[in-house]
């Protein structure tokens, strides 16, 4: 009897310790349901949808459907990226197709390939051949965006073209990612014009190398009275007349470089300023990071030249920066700070103006002024914050607010990585684990030895 009681409570306890976990492991899924957490290592965050994406389904006012057409054992591919979708916006539902066994589904939208993905929005569609987050956030743009927005790009002066592929002087990178957000990139010789073109949401001067004439300053400022958006990217010691067109505004552009010997990454010259310090500003609404910008000019700003234009500063570069007014010295390769001559950092590098609507109504006039162009070439756009900027600039410009914010990260390729290094983060790296970390190990071992000699 005492063999059996023993029994029975030894089998008590088991059944009622094994309640208990699966209690305790029920109650550990509900949790884990109701307040899901994902953790995404990855450098580039490519398994968690970006801001730009959360916020663009955070202002959806009309159901978007997504129809994806996958081959078999396809599906799983997918249905991660559509989840977080769905579970960022309420107005955001998908559905699955298998392509082989639902011919007339997939006939009636004019798909032939795996993976082909759909996008719905009111009466409207657009097909992408395949089912990403790039696609599917570019689409939805594209579809709840009543019309295309023309961003001009003015030429005649060796300016930066959108049509142009060079690594150096081409723009077609950032023109293809203005396309994904709804916006259409034309050139413009402004002196062949009357004026700048009506239907015009932003023009840009990117770098001319050769100065505006009087004419063309003229339209601009007309065009600027009018409502108009222009953004100037002015590369160091160009377009002296355009500087003196600026000033009127209140912008003064130094007639220097910006120099860094630290904050650069790890590999470029002195010229190669990572500037981390943005002020608060609906273009750098979280905007978290870093941007790379070499070659570029400081910007600085005149207030109160007139009341009702709003004039500030964006950005500076880092505390030991200076800004070298010597071209000849720099030209040599000497980049020496000149006490009493060169201007210590930080200094601003970009600028941003509001000009009041006019006596007739309109809209506002925004200008913003950058001391460079080099940062968003085809060779430098990708790199850390710049495509962010430059896309956060041109939509706070046009008056799209709602699309400022952190994209998807691209995959980058060589010279370049995303893990940047500054020349000081360099050698505190070097530092810490080929000389402190070396040494401490040896300190360690050297005290163990003599104690143990101590002892006998």
Not at 117 to 142: M, S
Not at 144 to 152: A, E, L, S
Not at 343 to 371: D, L, S
Request: charged fraction near 25%; aromatic fraction near 10%; charge should be positive.
């Amino acid at each position: 009897m005492k063999f059996l009681r023993s029994s029975t409570y030894a089998w008590f306890n088991l059944i009622t310790g094994s309640l208990l976990l699966l209690a305790i492991l029920s109650l550990i899924e509900v949790i884990a349901w109701n307040h899901n957490r994902r953790f995404d290592l990855t450098p580039t965050k490519r398994y968690t949808l970006s801001p730009f994406s959360k916020n663009l389904l955070s202002n959806l006012t009309r159901e978007v459907k997504v129809i994806v057409f996958y081959q078999r054992d396809q599906q799983s591919e997918f249905v991660d990226l559509l989840r977080q979708y769905a579970s960022a916006s309420p107005k955001f539902t998908y559905e699955f197709y298998n392509l082989d066994g639902n011919p007339g589904k997939a006939s009636q939208y004019g798909i032939t390939t795996y993976g082909a993905t759909v996008i719905e929005y009111e009466e409207k569609r657009k097909v992408y051949p395949y089912c990403n987050e790039e696609n599917i956030t570019n689409g939805i743009i594209n579809l709840i965006q009543k019309r295309m927005r023309r961003v001009y790009f003015l030429q005649g002066h060796d300016e930066n073209s959108p049509e142009d592929t060079d690594n150096r002087k081409g723009y077609s990178t950032i023109a293809s990612a203005l396309a994904r957000e709804n916006c259409e990139s034309k050139t413009l010789v402004l002196m062949h014009e009357k004026s700048v073109p009506g239907d015009a949401a932003l023009l840009v001067v990117s770098g001319p190398k050769r100065d505006l004439t009087d004419g063309e300053l003229k339209m601009i400022s007309d065009y600027l009275n009018r409502g108009g958006k222009v953004l100037f990217m002015i590369d160091p010691y160009t377009a002296p007349k355009l500087v003196a067109f600026l000033s009127s505004f209140g912008v003064i552009l130094g007639n220097d470089i910006v120099v860094d010997q630290e904050s650069r990454a790890f590999g470029g010259d002195y010229l190669t300023p990572i500037i981390s310090s943005y002020r608060k500003h609906e273009i750098t609404r979280n905007f978290g990071g870093a941007t790379i910008m070499p070659l570029i000019r400081s910007v600085d700003v005149r207030e109160n030249l007139n009341p009702a234009v709003d004039v500030k500063t964006i950005s500076r570069s880092g505390p030991e920066s200076y800004a070298k007014t010597d071209r000849a010295m720099i030209e040599r390769g000497s980049f020496d700070f000149e006490r009493g001559k060169d201007r210590k950092g930080p200094v601003p590098v970009m600028a941003v103006v509001t000009i009041p609507a006019g006596r007739e109504g309109g809209a506002q006039g925004r200008i913003v002024v950058f001391g460079g162009s080099a940062f968003v070439n085809n060779l430098y756009v990708t790199l850390l914050g710049n495509k962010d900027l430059f896309l956060n600039t041109v939509n706070w410009m046009v008056g799209e607010e709602t699309l400022i914010s952190i994209r998807p990260k691209e995959k980058q390729v060589y010279p370049f990585s995303f893990f940047f290094l500054t020349d000081k983060q360099m050698r505190t790296i070097f530092w810490t684990s080929v000389v402190v970390q070396p040494v401490l190990v040896l300190f360690i071992g050297l005290v163990i030895y003599v104690r143990r000699r101590i002892r006998g």
